[in-house]
């Protein structure tokens, strides 16, 4: 059973510990480095050239694992991955997928007119299978950044490896530093409900 853990990110906490044994099965013989990033967007703000500057947050995370599971955790983390990148490319998968309904109830007449384009609902059935594959097989997941703190979020497949992991990394983990603020005190909250005050604003005065 997966379980998350939220770790803190300082200066002042010390460097993070990883057990000496392969998140997904255990083993303790030979092992290898799996680096996985984890990213935020910290802001973005128009500049003079009339472009954007984006301000972000990078953090690569270096863990242990069998040769095997560790060659599928660090493929599998970069199909997860958040990057504006990635994010792009799973958009275009959902989107591909849409075209499987035409196959679905028309297979003769989408057979009859093959063209790269039936390549379309190829791609995006695929992709989503890579998606539901990566979300399986990955041990160790760093999913994201709270938006609210220094907090990282990781998704670990084994119960009992998150544990060892909580007990090497006790100031990191401890609830003092990770525990989420309330809701009301959500910077997201606050900025979404300015934007509906703002759009209501505006409605009324364009409609009074």
């Known amino acids: 059973m997966s379980q998350i853990v939220r770790v803190a990110i300082d200066e002042d906490i010390p460097q993070l510990v990883w057990p000496p044994c ?20 910290k802001s973005l703000r128009p500049n003079l050239l009339g472009g954007m500057t984006m301000k ?32 792009l490319i799973r958009l275009m998968m959902y989107m591909a997928a849409f ?3 035409p196959l679905i109830m028309r297979p003769k007449a989408f057979i009859a007119d093959l063209s790269w384009y039936s390549l379309v609902p190829v791609f995006g ?15 160790v997941w760093p999913v994201r950044f709270d938006p609210d703190m220094d907090v990282i979020i990781i998704r670990f497949l084994d119960e009992d490896y998150a544990v060892k992991f909580r007990l090497a990394n006790r100031q990191a983990t401890s609830n003092d530093l990770t525990d989420a ?28």
């Not at 299978?129 to 990955?138: G, L």
Request: proline share 5%; aromatic share 10%; glycine share 6%.
């Open 181 to 208: 603020p309330p809701w009301y005190q959500r910077a997201l909250i606050w900025k979404v409900l300015v934007i509906c005050l703002l759009i209501a604003f505006m409605s009324k005065l364009v409609f009074r």
């Open 56 to 87: 972000s947050d990078v953090l690569y995370l270096a863990f242990p694992g069998c040769d095997k599971h560790a060659q599928q955790t660090g493929l599998a983390n970069v199909i997860l991955e958040k990057s504006p990148l990635m994010h």
């Open 22 to 41: 392969c998140p997904k099965c255990g083993a303790t013989g030979k092992l290898y480095k799996t680096t996985s990033r984890v990213g935020r967007v």
């Open 99 to 101: 075209f499987v309904l």
């Open 125 to 139: 059935v695929l992709g989503i299978a890579s998606i539901v594959w990566a979300r399986r097989v990955s041990s």
